[in-house]
T-cell receptor
Framework: SQTIHQWPATLVQPVGSPLSLECTVE??????LYWYRQAAGRGLQLLFY??????ISSEVPQNLSASRPQDRQFILSSKKLLLSDSGFYLC??????????FGQGTRLTVV | TQLLEQSPQFLSIQEGENLTVYCNSS?????LQWYRQEPGEGPVLLVT?????EVKKLKRLTFQFGDARKDSSLHITAAQPGDTGLYLC????????FGTGTLLAVQP
């Protein structure tokens, strides 16, 4: 069966520090991968998606970036965090392009 | 820009009441999905509706896809505290987008 791992679960980082969130998927090949950010009690904002290794589409201009170095690995990064980067970050995969399966999320607090 | 608007944004009801949540768009979708999310966790897929006018039932939850495939509704019968959570609709073209969310609280 397919599983998705996302870590860390919580993170507190100072303003200006770098960020690296990692997501890996098991049990499937060539999935579409997605990074979303969510404000409390609200919908999901699509940040990046990838249909293959090295292929990244950015949805929102910001100081975040994403990379897909391996088929089932998706990384969200920042060189210098801003206070406004705080939020709940979710990684998801899909093979159908319609139904998404999510990781447990990372609660990022920038202080 | 394709948007999925959900209403209401917040809903607080008593156990045993019925409720309906709506998901609307100006765009046509080949399918729409409904998810439920609990605090601190990722959304979990509940159902996919594909055909215009389609109705699917999942225990006390009834999902309907609009005839024009631009909207969907989720109806919960006799809500229970375990139904509490954030309900999200989702749709796809070349990417997956999600609705604005409906936060449901069912009071015992």
């Amino acid at each position: 069966s397919q599983t998705i791992h996302q870590w860390p679960a919580t993170l507190v980082q100072p303003v200006g520090s770098p960020l690296s969130l990692e997501c890996t998927v098991e049990g499937t090949s060539n999935p579409n991968l997605y990074w979303y950010r969510q404000a409390a009690g609200r919908g999901l904002q699509l940040l990046f998606y990838s249909v293959g290794i090295g292929q990244i589409s950015s949805e929102v201009p910001q100081n975040l970036s994403a990379s897909r170095p391996q088929d089932r690995q998706f990384i969200l990064s920042s060189k210098k965090l801003l206070l406004s980067d705080s939020g709940f970050y979710l990684c998801a995969w899909s093979t159908t392009g319609t139904e998404a399966f999510f990781g447990q999320g990372t609660r990022l607090t920038v202080v | 820009t394709q948007l999925l608007e959900q209403s209401p944004q917040f809903l607080s009801i008593q156990e045993g009441e019925n409720l309906t949540v709506y998901c609307n768009s100006s765009s046509v979708f080949s399918s729409l999905q409904w998810y439920r999310q609990e605090p601190g966790e990722g959304p979990v897929l509940l159902v996919t509706v594909v055909t215009g006018g389609e109705v699917k039932k999942l225990k006390r939850l009834t999902f309907q896809f609009g005839d024009a495939r631009k909207d969907s509704s989720l109806h919960i019968t006799a809500a229970q505290p375990g139904d509490t959570g954030l309900y999200l609709c989702g749709g796809a073209t070349n990417k997956l987008i999600f609705g604005t969310g409906t936060l449901l609280a069912v009071q015992p």
